[in-house]
């Protein structure tokens, strides 16, 4: 073996692996909620998540906000569109452009019961930490995401 870092990789306590680890744990936790009860996958929820607390932006925005892939954002909207949970708005400023929202009658209602489901299960995590562990936890994670978005993706 030429490079032998390669040899003695511990992958188990690689950080990005776990990281992976623990959304895929979390977000496999969750779906099966949000679909048999809501009838939305995990990509939608995060979609109407967002849009709710960031009206009117592009799909673009979306994209950069959820660090999601382009493609399965632009298929949560086209689904959620098409179920008139979002609807697309033309820019005023650039006709060009378009922006979602939220629909009154249909997805905004929707994430306001979704919200209580997801509350309780990051409620549920939580009992693992302590106020102190969480807090802690919350400023590790700003200072790490952070520093991921400062390292050119070249340089990994």
């Known amino acids: 073996m030429k490079n032998p870092e390669a040899k003695t990789f511990e992958l188990e306590r690689f950080l990005p692996y776990r990281l992976s680890l623990l959304t895929n744990t979390v977000s496999r936790g969750v779906a099966c909620s ?3 009860q809501h009838g939305i996958s995990v990509t939608e929820w995060r979609v109407l998540a967002v849009l709710g607390r960031f009206p ?12 999601m892939d382009k493609v399965a954002v632009s298929r949560a909207v086209k689904s959620l569109t098409a179920r008139k949970l979002v ?17 009154a009658d249909r997805g905004r209602p929707l994430l306001e019961n979704v919200v209580p489901n997801a509350r309780r299960y990051e409620t549920r995590l939580l009992e693992a930490l302590t106020p102190s562990e969480f807090e802690q936890l ?12 400062s390292i050119p993706s070249s340089n990994a």
């Open 56 to 67: 009117g932006l592009t799909a673009s925005d979306l994209v950069q906000r959820t660090a």
């Open 138 to 149: 919350d400023t590790l994670l700003n200072k790490l995401q952070a520093r991921a978005e």
């Open 87 to 103: 609807q697309r708005d033309t820019d005023t400023a650039d006709r060009r452009r378009r922006l979602l929202h939220l629909t």
């Open 34 to 36: 949000y679909r048999d």
